[in-house]
């Protein structure tokens, strides 16, 4: 009586406290953006764009959910800001052709006016270059990826739906597949070497597709909340940190325990450890309850030599500051988790 009355109130406490805190092995946060503009919960994903001149100069995009699009520069100024309306996620490829545009595009899901909206991205300067509209009400979650020579843009609902749309032009795009889960979804992405998408059904887990010839291929699991790997709901944003073709990690937001899960990218992927984005020199702040993240393995100068993990932090300090997102060096990350290569 006594164990399990002391068992109980641990619980509780856990409970009250909304987190369970295991330790975890941690990696601390360089840097991070200004807070965005928007009071509450606000900033949601960034994407990396790569400056294959000068890749000290890369960019990252990160949506304001209630306003627009910030481009920042990895030293976490902003650059840019586009009053485009209600961005949720955005993504993007680069060094693609799509009929007469040749490039590098983005796209993020408007919840303003219910469409995808298109961004060419030149040396550096985001525009927006058209918008479609999402054949269901509120685009929630988003991906890009690159299949059979064509651009796919992945919408992922709240009814459980997630839609490929062919993108026909730097400005529109077309409804070519359809696949339905039990509940939310919102994170997603697109494995382009192998023809796979990621998604995470937030209360669930994660799942994966094969999607090739415009079409996607079963639904099987990955892994689910509230199993051996100790992910916790809500799944959030994701993205491959891609080594070569074949070789590289799938990297989650675990947002319920404020934890990152990575998982061999390839085979069946293993679990192979959690993380979190703790507080690093200078007065930054770690990063909870993350809503999307990017992940790239290119070396990005002299701070990200082994590549840059950008987070949405839900809790930015000081305490009642606006989101952000904080910038954190991969090789911690590699050092927190010790990674296969
Ligand atoms: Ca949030
Ligand atoms: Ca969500
Ligand atoms: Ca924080
Ligand atoms: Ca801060």
């Given at each position: 009586m006594?164990i399990?009355a002391?068992?109980s109130i641990?619980?509780?406490a ?6 369970p ?8 946060a360089l840097r991070e953006t ?11 994903d960034?994407a ?14 990160g ?7 910030y481009?920042?520069?990895?030293d ?11 961005l949720?996620?955005?993504?993007l490829?680069?060094d693609v ?10 796209a993020?899901s408007?919840r303003?006016d ?13 525009t927006?270059s ?8 509120e685009?929630?979650g988003l991906?890009?990826?690159v299949?059979g ?6 919408v992922a609902?709240?009814?459980?739906d997630?839609i490929?749309?062919e ?6 795009g ?22 796979v ?9 994660v799942?994966k597709?094969?999607?090739a ?9 990955v ?14 944003g994701?993205?491959?940190y ?5 070789r ?8 319920g325990?404020d934890?990152?899960a ?11 450890g959690?993380f ?6 200078g ?7 993350t809503d ?10 002299p701070?990200?030599p ?6 949405q ?15 954190v060096?991969?090789r ?9 290569k």
């Amino acid at each position: 009586m006594r164990i399990a009355a002391v068992l109980s109130i641990a619980l509780l406490a856990a409970a009250c406290a909304g987190v369970p805190f295991e330790p975890l092995p941690e990696a601390p946060a360089l840097r991070e953006t200004p807070a965005v503009g928007s009071p509450n919960d606000a900033a949601d994903d960034p994407a990396i764009w790569i400056d294959r001149a000068d890749s000290a100069r890369s960019l990252i995009l990160g949506t304001d959910k209630q306003a627009g699009l910030y481009v920042y520069g990895l030293d976490g100024a902003v650059k840019d800001f586009l009053a485009v309306g209600a961005l949720n996620n955005v993504d993007l490829r680069q060094d693609v052709t799509i009929g007469a545009f040749a490039g590098d595009i983005a796209a993020a899901s408007n919840r303003s006016d219910n469409t995808v909206t298109l961004f060419t991205i030149d040396k550096g300067k985001v525009t927006k270059s058209g918008a479609f509209a999402s054949a269901i009400v509120e685009p929630y979650g988003l991906c890009l990826g690159v299949s059979g020579g064509k651009i796919y843009v992945f919408v992922a609902y709240k009814t459980g739906d997630l839609i490929a749309y062919e993108l026909s032009g730097a400005g529109a795009g077309v409804e070519a597949a359809r696949l339905k889960l039990a509940s939310q979804l919102e994170g997603c992405v697109h494995d382009d070497d192998a023809g796979v998408l990621f998604i995470g059904e937030e209360g669930r887990g994660v799942w994966k597709a094969g999607f090739a010839n415009g079409a996607f291929d079963a639904t099987t699991p990955v892994d689910a909340v509230r199993g051996p790997s100790g992910i916790h709901a809500d799944i959030e944003g994701m993205a491959i940190y891609r080594l070569d073709e074949t070789r590289g990690y799938l990297v989650v937001s675990s947002q319920g325990d404020d934890s990152y899960a990575v998982y061999d990218r390839a085979g069946d992927n293993r679990f192979l450890g959690r993380f979190r984005i703790v507080a690093g020199a200078g007065g930054v702040d770690g990063a909870q309850e993350t809503d999307g993240l990017d992940v790239t393995a290119a070396a990005l100068g002299p701070d990200f030599p082994a590549g840059l993990l950008v987070a949405q932090d839900g809790f930015n300090d000081p305490k009642g500051s606006k989101q952000n997102f904080k910038l954190v060096d991969w090789r911690r990350v590699n050092a927190a988790l010790a990674l296969p290569k």
